[in-house]
């Protein structure tokens, strides 16, 4: 038998890119032109399917406009059987989640996530028989970080609970009846996979200890957008693809005469670039060229213009430098605020901004549907943070280099968990220990910070919960939650403020040594 796995396919139907404008070998439709099912073939999805593209941004706000959903589409032409839920399925309600399931025709399996109003039809497990007679026992949960990161209002019908308590029972449930077991789990692996080494304390990421502590035969991973064509964990086969579908897995499962034995061959496979197959799926799909034409309408409508244009700026030399592009979304956090501080971060692509500005180009640099939250924090506070912040630099005292640590590089990269921040001089010495690098903050106009009294700052409902090291930003007092999302805040300050001159909001340096002479 075969399982052909995607996920992480963050709502690229389609091969385009959108915020170029250009096309790109990726997306739903190019894997199911490929993709060749027959009865001894089952296909699964990992989630985090409706976030992350403008595609699935515009649908998400016009959907009762539509008779269909574009994702539900991509998984139909696929011959999707099972999936499960990812983090950012969460992100836009219980609604846009049952709009989802109700065009889906394959079955949602997801055993840490209770209903409360029970129209999701989600399943705690399902033992499908193959053809052969062969039964393949199926669970899946996702990572229990939701709680962390997700909004209350998101949650108030559905309940995440612990994704290892779950599916150790639901392992337990279904390894006697079946002749192979498989666990769907939107999230990672906790440790290095070559050397063993943990990467992080958080329960963001089990896949390790969930293979060890339970006995699955196949465990699907995502969330993590990790390549991994195969590893083995206590006798339990581990796969992952990257994101967007521009990889999915396959799985060859050979079974070896009479008994349970049997063979697990994995490997990833990129798709092809659209040909005869593509475009019978296109021809299949045209009642939904409407949202592509109403989509693109909107993408390329002009909001305003920078004074000058910013080119796409390196991460070192951003991280190092400043960044004109965090200046900005800074900004529109203290205007819309009125806090005292704001901190940002980028996405892990390097990003620039043109000098005539559409909807598609803000889209392009701010991709989540992020809201902003105020915290009261102290100065001890946001001399934590800004330690974090500290750690992304590793320094060569031999040679006077400084790069990336491997802490925001590994298990994936995560530049998005460095943070600029706005109304604030401060100062990094990366000879310093990490912990102890911050040298230099006081408020913009020089004025020193007190050890008694509390600020307020400005930053993303992720960074909000303490997430990417934050945890002193997470356990500060919430002052004040809002519902505008930050590309709707950015769209409205660049009309606003047009032509939009280059930002100083902050007063940064980075204190790199001299090598040390041989």
Known sequence: MRIIFTSDTHGHVYPINYARNCPEISGLFCVAAQVEKDENT????????????????????????????????????????????????????????????????????????????G??????????????????????????????????????????????????KQYDYLKDKCDITVCIYHGGFEENLATGELLSETAENQACRIARETGFDIMLTGHQHMAVEGVTIDGTVGVQ?????????????????????????????????????????????????????????????????????????????????????????????????????????????????????????????????????????????????????AEYFDYNEETGEVSVSKVFLQPKIEHYNYDYYAGLEYAFDLARPVG???????????????EDESYTLVTSNYRATGTGGYECIGQSEVVKSFSDEMPDLLINFIRKNSPVKEIHNSKFTVIVPSAQKQ
């Open 436 to 450: 102890d690098r911050v040298v230099l903050l006081r408020r913009l106009d020089g004025t020193e910070l007190s």
């Open 241 to 389: 693809p990257p994101s967007n579908a521009a990889k999915y897995c396959v799985l060859d499962i050979d079974f070896k005469g009479e008994g349970a034995a049997f063979e697990i061959h994995t490997k990833l496979v990129a798709p092809k670039a659209p040909g005869e197959a593509y475009e019978e799926i296109i021809k299949r799909h045209t009642f939904m060229d409407v949202l592509a034409e109403r989509l693109n309408k909107w993408l390329d409508e002009p909001i305003g213009e920078l004074e000058k244009e910013i080119e796409p700026e390196p991460k070192l030399q951003a991280a190092l430098l400043g960044s004109k592009i965090a200046s900005i979304f800074n900004q529109v956090q203290l205007d819309y605020t009125g806090a005292d501080f704001s901190c940002t971060s980028l996405s892990n692509d390097p990003l620039g901004l043109k000098k005539e500005i559409t909807v598609r180009d803000v889209l392009g640099i701010y991709q989540f549907a992020n809201t902003v939250e105020v915290k009261r924090v102290t100065k001890a506070v946001l001399k934590q943070a800004l330690e974090r912040c």
């Open 119 to 168: 129209a999701l039809g989600i399943k705690d497990n399902v033992i499908h028989v193959m053809s052969d007679g062969t039964r393949v026992g199926i669970t899946a949960a996702v990572t229990g970080y939701v709680n962390v990161w997700e909004q209350k209002s998101n949650l108030e019908e559905l309940e995440v609970l612990d994704p290892v308590h779950a599916l150790k």
């Open 42 to 117: 089952l296909v699964i999805d990992g989630g985090d399917s409706l976030q992350g593209t403008p595609l699935m941004m515009y649908y998400l706000e016009h959907r009762d406009e539509f008779d269909f959903h574009p994702v539900a589409e991509g998984f139909k032409e696929l011959g999707l059987d099972y999936y499960t839920l990812g983090n950012h399925d969460f992100n836009f309600g219980y609604d846009a989640i049952l709009d989802y399931t109700k065009y889906m025709d394959a079955t949602l399996i997801c055993a840490n996530v209770t209903d409360k109003r």
